[in-house]
Structures are given as C-alpha cells and as structure tokens.
T-cell receptor
Framework: AQRVTQPEKLLSVFKGAPVELKCNYSYSGSPELFWYVQYSRQRLQLLLRHISRESIKGFTADLNKGETSFHLKKPFAQEEDSAMYYCALLAGGGNKLTFGTGTQLKVEL | KAGVTQTPRYLIKTRGQQVTLSCSPISGHRSVSWYQQTPGQGLQFLFEYFSETQRNKGNFPGRFSGRQFSNSRSEMNVSTLELGDSALYLC?????????????FGPGTRLTVL
C-alpha cells in the first residue's frame, strides 16, 4: 500500500527566508506526486504536479526516486505563502489520491 | 465556470441515523471523488465514480456508499452513523481522472454525529 509522510506539522519561517516542506512517499510502482495547498477559508487546490516540472508562485518540487522524496521549495518566503500544504500521491488509474497529514506553513514578518 | 458545490454545508445527526451528502461537479467533469478529513486521520480517500461506475474505493466499511447519476452529480451515504464519522467530507471533480487531470475540490460538508 502507498503512504505519504510529511514529518513537520508546523513550519515557521521569516519573510524572505528559504522554505522547504518535506514529503516522503512509499509506493512500489511509478508514483505521480502532487502538492496541494489550502489557504485560510479557501478550498483545497492543486499547487503543482511533478510531471509538469513547473514553478508555481515561486514553488518548485523535484521528485527524487532514490530518496523517495518530493520536497517543496521556495527560495524566498512571502507572507501570502502562509497556508496548509499537503503532499499527495496518485497510484493506479483514476483519481485515488493518498494524502500526507499536511504541514502548516507560517511566514512571519 | 461554477465550481464544485456540496450540499448541505453543515449537518448534525445522532448515532444510528443515516445521512446523504450531495456533490455537483464542474460542468463537463465526469469523475467525482470523495474524501473524509478528520484531525486525527487527515484526508482519506473514500471512493471515486466515473460515468456512473465506482472506479476506485478506499478502506472504509460498507456503511459508506455512493453513487453517481447520469448528469455526473454524486451522492454519498453513511448508514448507522457512529461518533467517529464526524468529519469534513470533501468532494472533488475532474474531467476524466488520472495524473494529467486537475481535481477541483468543493467546500465540504461538515458532519457532526452526536
């Protein structure tokens, strides 16, 4: 069975500091990985997916199959980045997402 | 384009009762998934429907069931409610499903079981 681990419940950084939200996964097949974000009083929404290899709002994430990790990074944190971040894995066909427990990012001034 | 809508937004039930939650996907989306969110277990996948057929199922007891109608609207039903069923139930829709799709989430239905 697949599993997604986000070791930090809360990550607090200062504005302008680098951010790294950790995500590790276990899955025997070839994983499809995503980061979802939930801003205060908003719906859960997709931030980025590994297959696109894109940068969204300055965030990037690289899939490291050797370390089974998909950490989310941003070089300079902004106040508006404060939110709950979930790492998720899609396995098999369809839309069955396995989520990590989430990391609350707090960017302090 | 209107987003995913869920009704009702809040529900209070007592143990032993049953409940039906509704989800209207974005127009044109044929895949609807349901998730349970609790402080202790986080976000857990319940099931996914595509073209009126259950395509994926999570590890929940048979008290949890769902269905999808020809217009892609979906309902989930929980019978014989237990205190532990108190949660936020999220619905998500996407065009067809799969890793190239984007799942769009609804605001959720907050279920409280007393």
């Amino acid at each position: 069975a697949q599993r997604v681990t986000q070791p930090e419940k809360l990550l607090s950084v200062f504005k302008g500091a680098p951010v790294e939200l950790k995500c590790n996964y276990s899955y025997s097949g070839s994983p499809e990985l995503f980061w979802y974000v939930q801003y205060s009083r908003q719906r859960l929404q997709l931030l980025l997916r590994h297959i696109s290899r894109e940068s969204i709002k300055g965030f990037t994430a690289d899939l490291n199959k050797g370390e089974t990790s998909f950490h989310l990074k941003k070089p300079f944190a902004q106040e508006e980045d404060s939110a709950m971040y979930y790492c998720a894995l899609l396995a098999g066909g369809g839309n069955k997402l396995t989520f990590g427990t989430g990391t609350q990012l707090k960017v302090e001034l | 384009k209107a987003g995913v809508t869920q009704t009702p937004r809040y529900l209070i039930k007592t143990r032993g009762q049953q409940v039906t939650l509704s989800c209207s996907p974005i127009s044109g989306h044929r895949s609807v998934s349901w998730y349970q969110q609790t402080p202790g277990q986080g976000l857990q996948f319940l099931f996914e429907y595509f073209s009126e057929t259950q395509r994926n199922k999570g590890n929940f007891p048979g008290r949890f069931s769902g269905r999808q109608f020809s217009n892609s609207r979906s309902e989930m039903n929980v019978s014989t409610l237990e205190l532990g069923d108190s949660a936020l139930y999220l619905c998500a829709s996407s065009p067809v499903g799969g890793f190239t799709d984007t799942q769009y989430f609804g605001p959720g239905t907050r279920l409280t079981v007393l």
